[in-house]
């Protein structure tokens, strides 16, 4: 199957730093979506795509599906932002990576 | 438009003993998965349903889970009996798509899972 892998798998920065995670992988897809865990254990949607750069607020995301990989980006960090962050990448189901866990102290 | 519904949110039992949980998906989407997050790992799928039918079951312990969606609405994922090691979160996520390559995934709040 399908092999995800995320980096750093740790990442602690000060309020308002911005910050950059990386999510290889390892067979082409056809899409690709960025999960936030928060403190309680959800599954937060952030970013659903295949291909391209898409914006939500301080969060962004940009898929190069032909060299498999996807970056999230986090502006002006702030500390509700912390937690566990996942990608996934399907191919027959979706696999996730092992995450990256930022911690953003005040 | 509500969300994935899980419960119970949290349940501890002793090993050996059962747990079911239940799920019931986002309207209208017909693909509901169950997943397994043990703490620290990323999310394991365990079964993934189209309607009322078992799409992939391959990562799923037979000998102790089992999971149905009879109407192919809500569904339903029994633990017996229970081991150690099946302490976990099980999450529950839906999406739109039914065939082909896997669609936007929704996920529930999960159930937490402490098997003494």
């Known amino acids: 199957g399908i092999q995800v892998e995320q980096s750093p798998p740790d990442l602690i920065l000060q309020e308002g730093a911005n910050s950059t995670l990386r999510c290889n992988f390892s067979?082409?897809?056809?899409?690709l979506q960025w999960f936030h865990q928060n403190p309680w254990g959800q599954l937060i949607n952030l970013f659903y795509?295949?291909?391209g750069t898409k914006q939500n607020g301080r969060l962004s995301a940009t898929t190069v599906a032909t060299e498999r990989y996807s970056l999230l980006y986090i502006s002006s960090s702030q500390t509700t932002d912390s937690g566990v962050y996942f990608c996934?990448?399907?191919?027959?189901?979706?696999?996730f990576g092992t995450g990256t866990r930022l911690t953003i102290i005040p | 438009e509500a969300g994935v519904a899980q419960s119970p949110r949290y349940k501890i039992i002793e090993k050996r003993q059962s747990v079911a949980f239940w799920c019931n998906p986002i309207?209208?989407?017909?693909?509901l998965y169950w997943y397994q997050q043990i703490l620290g790992q990323g999310p394991k799928l365990l079964i993934q349903?189209?309607?009322?039918?078992?799409?992939?079951d391959s990562q799923l312990p037979k000998d102790r889970f089992s999971a149905e969606r009879l109407k192919g609405v809500d569904s339903t994922l029994k633990i017996q009996p229970a081991k150690l090691e099946d302490s976990a979160v099980y999450l529950c996520?839906?999406?739109?798509?039914?065939?082909?390559?896997?669609?936007?995934?929704?996920f529930g709040e999960g159930s937490r899972l402490t098997v003494l």
């Open positions: 795509i295949p291909s």
């Open positions: 996520a839906s999406s739109p798509f039914r065939t082909g390559s896997t669609g936007e995934l929704f």
């Open positions: 349903f189209q309607n009322n039918g078992v799409v992939d």
């Open positions: 996934a990448a399907p191919r027959e189901k979706l696999t």
């Open positions: 067979d082409s897809v056809n899409n």
């Open positions: 309207s209208g989407h017909a693909t």
